[in-house]
């Protein structure tokens, strides 16, 4: 899954987790040094660390696990995946400003190819204000 995140939206400079069991943390570790991305753990205990995780685990328990008894665990798979996908692709997130990923996907990328035309253009201006426009935070 990191690698299909990787090469989708690039490398990170940092990713975030706890420890983890030591046989995976040490691997992953591993793989996080070899493609140089530094690991951020969160310390033990501090879920306050992971607000986002802590917040995604208890809309999953509401919208997904509180609702169902599996009688299998192929059922659970079935209908845990068929959850994470609605909620990546077609709920709304307050979050996002009430839009679904998708959709606040698509204008992020709208605004940054708005965002890197301007450069673009002050650029070809010559005109000094890119430098600021850069320290703003526009994603290359």
């Known amino acids: 899954v ?3 995140l990787f090469a989708r939206n690039g490398m990170p400079e940092y990713l975030r987790s706890d420890n983890g069991p ?3 943390a040490k ?3 591993s793989r996080l040094a070899s493609r ?3 690991p951020y753990y969160i310390a033990p205990g501090s879920p306050w660390q992971n607000a986002y995780v802590e917040s995604f685990n208890g809309t ?3 919208e997904c696990l509180n609702l169902e008894v599996f009688a299998s665990l192929l059922e659970a798979q079935v209908l845990i995946e068929s959850w994470r996908v609605h909620y990546n692709e077609a709920r709304p997130h ?3 400003e009430y839009k679904t990923p998708c959709e606040f996907l698509e204008i992020y990328r709208q605004g940054v190819d708005v ?3 301007n450069v673009r253009k002050d650029l070809s201006e010559g005109e000094p204000p890119v430098t600021e426009v850069l320290a703003q935070g526009v994603p290359s």
């Open 115 to 117: 965002m890197n035309d």
């Open 27 to 29: 691997d992953l570790k």
């Open 60 to 62: 999953l328990r509401e």
């Open 94 to 96: 307050q979050s996002l």
């Open 22 to 24: 030591e046989f995976i």
């Open 2 to 4: 990191l690698e299909e």
């Open 36 to 38: 140089n991305v530094r």
